[in-house]
């Protein structure tokens, strides 16, 4: 089966930068589109970026993938404290990027970040 592990998150003073990893196994990664999104607690689940299965990208912060690598990666520059949640990897498979998060496939598990002011 798919599945999909995150990685990279941490703690970092606001105007600090991560880098996310997402790495894809039991499916064809070159033939996903990859999203990311984030909740904070109490908040619904929110779209962050994505980048189709041609490379074509979307969203707020800079998305990309390796293909050799099965991942996908999210840098997060310039944070700031309300950038604070659960960040979660998904895939569709040879589908637009769209923010509905019932219309992904698979996910992870979610990689905490934590901005400190």
């Known amino acids: 089966q798919v599945q999909l592990v995150e990685s990279g998150g941490g703690l970092v003073q606001a105007g600090g930068s991560l880098r996310l990893s997402c790495e894809v196994s039991?499916?064809?990664?070159?033939?996903?589109?990859m999203g990311w999104f984030r909740q904070a607690p109490g908040k619904e689940r929110e779209f962050v970026a994505g980048?189709?299965?041609?490379?074509a990208v979307k969203g707020r912060f800079t998305i990309s993938r390796d293909n050799a690598k099965n991942t996908v990666y999210l840098q997060l520059n310039s944070l700031k404290p309300e950038d604070t949640a659960v960040y979660y990897c998904a895939a569709r498979r040879l589908q637009p990027i769209v923010s509905e998060t019932s219309l992904y496939d698979y996910w992870g598990q979610g990689t905490q970040v934590t901005v400190s002011s």
């Open positions: 980048i189709t299965w041609l490379g």
């Open positions: 039991g499916g064809t990664f070159s033939s996903y589109s």
